[in-house]
């Protein structure tokens, strides 16, 4: 089956504009993380969503970052008025979460590379 | 809450066996580990539920001892596919299913 995907591959975007970006879970999966990964570094966590719940946002960076998921799937992350500090690999992941007390392995998208000039 | 992981970076010749090692500062449910190759987007390996049990994958395998909040994976006798940088990611509530990561290991396999 499909995996996670993720669009655009690549984005390149001038300091002080917005951009969207777009993750397609893998079909079924209940929750959806967003990630961002700077040059060399490890993964930051951005912002869970599960099933109904309200999201977990506590690790979006600053209020000009945001992120909705649509219909319990498609997910879009939006950047406002982006910094240079911005550039990264912004990556997607889902997993597939039938409750009880256990941990679900994520499932990767190919990230979006986002570059501020 | 971010782990701390180390060595942060490994060199070994192939047939090598490597360990690497992955902390918390914080009572943890559970440890994944994923690998990231190259420009690539990083894969699940395995996940270790608290109770200390060890997984095993092929010839990569991991230990979690949750009173220690640290984990470590085990890699022996190493293959060039081994190589790229290795992320644990660390559970810390029942259910939250959220996980931070570490700042990876970066793993070189050289023949």
């Known amino acids: 089956g499909a995996g996670v995907s993720q669009s655009p591959s690549n984005k390149v975007t001038e300091k002080g504009k917005d951009v969207e970006l777009r993750c397609d879970p893998i079909s079924g999966h209940t929750a959806l993380y967003w990630y961002r990964q700077s040059l060399g570094q490890g993964l930051e966590f951005l912002i869970y969503?599960?099933?109904?719940?309200?999201?977990?946002k506590s690790g979006l960076p600053s209020d000009r970052f945001s992120a909705e998921r649509t219909g319990g799937s498609v997910s879009t992350l939006t950047i406002q008025r982006t910094q240079q500090e911005d550039s990264a690999v912004y990556l997607c992941?889902?997993?597939?979460?039938?409750?009880?007390?256990?941990?679900?392995?994520?499932?990767f998208g190919p990230g979006t590379r986002l570059t501020v000039t | 809450q971010q782990p701390v992981q180390s060595p942060q970076a490994v060199i070994l010749r192939e047939g090598e066996d490597a360990v690497i090692n992955c902390s918390s500062s914080k009572a943890l449910y559970s440890v994944h580990w994923y690998r990231q190759k190259h420009g690539e987007a990083p894969v699940f390996l395995m996940i270790?539920?608290?109770?200390?049990e060890q997984k095993g994958h092929d010839k990569i395998s991991a230990s979690f001892n949750e009173k220690k909040q640290q984990s470590s994976l085990y890699l022996t006798a190493s293959q060039l596919s081994y190589s790229g940088t290795y992320f644990c990611?660390?559970?810390?509530?029942?259910?939250?299913?959220?996980?931070?990561f570490g700042t990876g290991t970066r793993l070189t396999v050289i023949p």
């Open positions: 990611g660390t559970e810390i509530e029942t259910g939250a299913n959220n996980l931070f």
């Open positions: 969503f599960q099933g109904n719940s309200a999201p977990d």
């Open positions: 270790l539920l608290k109770g200390g």
């Open positions: 992941a889902s997993s597939l979460i039938s409750g009880g007390a256990k941990s679900y392995e994520q499932y």
